[in-house]
């Protein structure tokens, strides 16, 4: 099995990954995917769950370059980025918590090297540049991973932060998810730059791009480039391109896309590319697969009556941490809300 220290490449792992790890890779992707299913079931049948930001198809560049991490090192997700957290060992029940309204999403266990889940679109990469920065000064041979959606590419954060990782050789990797979309805005009238890659080399530094729906390719491209930050080389953007998901569950991209290309951005999926290779290498079988059927079953089985219990918690969280100085208005939508609790009107 891949532990938790090889998964991340712990210190003197191998860098290439053996089938038992890609056995592990493969179960964390089902994992990843059934959580994802889970979610906006529960969603759909308007259980607790808010709007929701699908990850299905993503999991190969998600979990593939968790997994070119090492123990030490940091990462910056996204709102879309589930898969990665689950891989990263972010709590499943955190992330089945998150879209009812609490705040789980923002606590993290206190050993995990973790950001916050940017939801404003590139705010997080100026902070994963500066991040990577201190730890550059301190001699700290940490390396930063984060992630980002082609849509963060127009933003200016993501420039002022390229810019930076450039300049000073920043220990930064950053993975672009290129699903062609930002929400219903393709990325041909996002920019007129041939490919997003290319980005990099503007600021002086290497940009690849590969197949995100294949793991080995990605954590292939995101190893080398972890590697190369930590030898003091600088940074890398890697863009696997990846499939699409409803952009969130308040989308409905069949009013922008054609039956053709959901159809074609379909049978890329991830997860049978991984499961016949292993399955074309002996490493996987029926009995495999059942076992892992049933573990993903208890596994999320348990995390949602955990989650249950976090929503259950105290709702007024969701108040929390958002101003250090809260002006009169939202004072006034907090009481309200506390009448409401008070008075059993409170929203399911
Ligand atoms: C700074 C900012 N502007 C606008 C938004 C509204 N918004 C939410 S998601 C999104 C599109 C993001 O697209 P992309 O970066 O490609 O990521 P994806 O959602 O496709 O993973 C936009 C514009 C936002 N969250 N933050």
Redesign the pocket.
Known sequence: MLTEEKMKGGKGADTALQPSDLERALYLMKRARALDERVLSLQRQGKVIGTY?PFSGQEAAQIGAVMAMESNDWLFP???DGAALTAFGYPLSYLFAFPTGVDARWKRPEKLHLWPPA?????HLPHAVGFAMAAQFRHDPLVVLAF??????S?GDFHEALNLAGLFHAPVVLVI???G???S?PRSRQTASATLAQKAEAYGFPGVQVDGHDLLAVYTVVRRAVERARQGEGPTLIKPEVS?CP?TTADDPTKYRSKEELEAERKKDPLPRLTQYLREQGAWDDTKEQQATDRIVEELHRAEREAVKLAEADPRVIFDNVYAHPPKTFLAQRNAFLRELREGGAPS
């Open positions: 930001a996204t709102y879309r939801i404003s679109i590139a705010s980002c959606g082609d849509g963060a590419t933003e998810e290129n699903n979309y930002a929400i805005l699409l952009h």
